[in-house]
């Protein structure tokens, strides 16, 4: 079966650096999206990945390392407006996005 | 209108009715999706369509049904709602279909069945 494993949630504080990582078991992989979403609203785009490495916009990072099945989503200068999930998502091999269940994140001051 | 709106925002549904959900994109995007998201679980993707005129069944397609007569609207048909289709319904548009391309969403519908 395809799987991807996000933690359910995590707390940070205003200011500081957060890690949520993305772990995915999938047939094939074409690519990895993670999506902000804040509560009650839709998802939007943050970052796009296909290739082993870094990828830095911004105050936000993802990360992939396809040997490992493995992606992170860093956050870096935490605001208040980031209390949100971010949602991990896949493309199989048949090309069909594959969803995490997402991570709620909470900001504390 | 810009990018992607969804009607109703909410709506309470006695089971056994039928209900539309529609979805309106002004982006001319070719590929549509509809998706429903429940608490601890992923989005789970309903029903697509890679182009006008064309649709395919997703993940949790039965008790649903969708049609792509134009590039702008794909609506979301509930035959005869049951109390397992209470969710959160998401409509969403890619310029190609593919999984590639990043995907716009609508703000949703909150559909309770009683």
């Known amino acids: 079966g395809q799987n991807i494993d996000q933690p359910t949630e995590m707390t940070a504080t205003e200011g500081a650096i957060v890690q949520i990582n993305c772990t995915y078991q999938?047939?094939?992989?074409?690519?990895l999206f993670w999506y902000q979403q804040h509560a009650g609203e839709a998802p939007t785009f943050l970052s796009y990945?296909?290739l082993d490495g870094l990828e830095e916009k911004g105050r936000f990072s993802s990360f992939l390392s396809r040997s490992k099945g493995y992606s992170y989503l860093l956050l870096k200068e935490l605001q208040m407006k980031d209390s949100a999930s971010y949602l991990c998502?896949?493309?199989?091999?048949?090309?069909?996005?594959?969803w995490g269940a997402g991570t709620k994140l909470i900001i504390k001051p | 209108i810009a990018g992607i709106t969804q009607a109703p925002t909410s709506q309470i549904l006695a089971a056994g009715r039928r209900m539309t959900l529609r979805c309106t994109q002004d982006?001319?995007?070719?590929?549509m999706y509809w998706y429903r998201q429940d608490l601890g679980l992923g989005l789970r993707l309903i029903h697509y369509?890679?182009?006008?005129?064309?649709?395919g069944k997703g993940e949790v397609p039965d008790g649903y049904s969708v049609s792509r007569a134009n590039t702008d609207d794909f609506p979301l048909t509930l035959a005869s709602a049951v109390p397992s289709q209470t969710s959160v319904y998401f409509c969403?548009?890619?310029?190609?279909?593919?999984?590639?391309?990043?995907?716009?969403f609508g703000p949703g519908t909150r559909l309770t069945v009683l």
């Open positions: 969403a548009s890619s310029d190609t279909s593919g999984g590639a391309d990043t995907q716009y």
């Open positions: 999938t047939s094939g992989f074409n690519g």
């Open positions: 369509s890679n182009t006008a005129g064309t649709t």
């Open positions: 990945n296909v």
């Open positions: 982006m001319r995007h070719n590929a």
């Open positions: 998502a896949v493309i199989d091999s048949n090309y069909q996005l594959i």
